[in-house]
């Protein structure tokens, strides 16, 4: 079965800090990894990866994907309290449809 | 543009009662999903349209879900009738690519 661990589940912070979140992924038929971010509505798409070892970058978060070791990780560097969301990491699957992980909320306080 | 537009935003009914929430992609797009989320389940594909035809229905959970797109710029997913379990947060998504998907604000739905 498809499926796409996030970890960790939370995770709080100070402004200031510097986080990694994670996801990996076990899937028929990988063609590319996204990031969303979810504030307190609906997920707004951040990244896509299809290629090992090539950072997506956009501002003070970024992002590279693994795929022979089946992972990406997000980064967000020098976080403020607007970064304060759950980061959803979602995988292609087969039939061209989104399998998303159970997401990481990340909560930084000033 | 307005973006992909869900109504109603919050929807409270009865066990038993028909429900029937909707769904204005972004003009343009071609693609459109229903997705259900939760605290236990997280995000989950129900259904996705291309070209407002039914592309994926595998995870429509059973036969008491059912989805429309009698149109490109209209789409219904109505649950009859509703139970408890269908409480949800229930995102439509639309897209030029199939993957960098907009998605609505969502219906909440309570289910009592």
């Known amino acids: 079965e498809d499926k796409v661990v996030q970890s960790p589940l939370s995770l709080v912070v100070h402004e200031g800090d510097t986080v990694t979140l994670n996801c990996s992924y076990e899937v028929t038929n990988f063609r590319s990894l996204l990031w969303y971010k979810q504030e307190k509505k609906a997920p707004t798409f951040l990244f896509m990866l299809t290629s090992s070892g090539i950072e997506k970058k956009s501002g003070r978060l970024s992002s590279i994907l693994d795929k022979k070791e089946l992972f990406s990780i997000l980064n967000i560097t020098a976080t403020q309290t607007g970064d304060s969301a759950i980061y959803l990491?979602?995988?292609?699957?087969?039939?061209?449809?989104?399998?998303?992980?159970?997401g990481t909320e990340l909560s930084v306080k000033p | 543009d307005a973006g992909v537009i869900q109504s109603p935003r919050h929807e409270v009914t009865e066990m038993g009662q028909e429900v029937t929430l909707r769904c204005k992609p972004i003009s343009g797009h071609d693609y459109l999903f229903w997705y259900r989320q939760t605290m236990m389940?997280?995000?989950?594909l129900l259904i996705y349209f291309n070209n407002n035809v039914p592309i994926d229905d595998s995870?429509?959970?059973?036969?008491?879900?059912?989805?429309?797109?009698?149109?490109?710029?209209?789409?219904?997913?109505k649950i009859q009738?509703?139970?408890?379990?269908?409480?949800a947060v229930y995102f439509c998504a639309s897209s030029f690519d199939p993957l960098e998907q907009y998605f609505g604000p969502g219906t909440r739905l309570t289910v009592t």
């Open chain 1, 89 to 102: 990491c979602a995988v292609e699957a087969n039939g061209r449809k989104l399998i998303f992980g159970q």
């Open chain 2, 41 to 44: 389940r997280g995000l989950e």
């Open chain 2, 59 to 77: 995870g429509m959970p059973e036969d008491r879900f059912s989805a429309k797109m009698p149109n490109a710029s209209f789409s219904t997913l």
């Open chain 2, 81 to 87: 009738p509703s139970e408890p379990r269908d409480s």
